[in-house]
Each structure stands twice: as C-alpha cells, then as structure tokens.
C-alpha cells in the first residue's frame, strides 16, 4: 500500500487581540501565516476563546488554506 505524507508547517502557539498580550488582529495574524506559509494554526489566546472565530472567518476572507484549532492557554 502507498502512503501518502504531506508537509504541514504549523504555529502551535498563537495570540490575537482576544489576549491582552497582543495587538494583532486576526487578519494580521492569517496574513502573516499566508506570508511564512503556516498552514495549521492554533489560536492559543489566555484563558479566553475569544479571537477564535475572527480568525476563522479572516482566514476564509482571505481564502487561504489555514486550518484554525481553537485553543486556549491556560495561565
């Protein structure tokens, strides 16, 4: 049987203005995954999901192929 691998360059620890260390919207951040070609990001805002579907919704705005996983960072 052939398997099939694809490359995936994920950001695994991400924030957006839903965190208050962090100015950056979510279309910021969707672009500047579209720009360093990061194709799996996790939202990883402090203690909140918000930003989770901003971010979600930038992405399909942008019509990228960057999948969102909703997280949070617990602090």
Do not use: F
């Not at 194709?39 to 930038?58: F, K, P, S, Y």
């Amino acid at each position: 049987m052939l398997e099939r691998y694809r490359t995936v360059i994920a950001d695994l620890h991400s924030h957006n203005w839903g965190s208050p260390d962090s100015p950056a919207s979510p279309i910021d951040v969707v672009e500047r995954c579209r720009l360093t070609g990061v194709t799996l990001l996790a939202v990883t805002n402090h203690n909140t999901l918000d930003g989770v579907q901003e971010t979600q919704d930038a992405a399909k705005t942008k019509a990228c192929n960057l999948v969102i996983i909703p997280a949070e960072e617990i602090t």
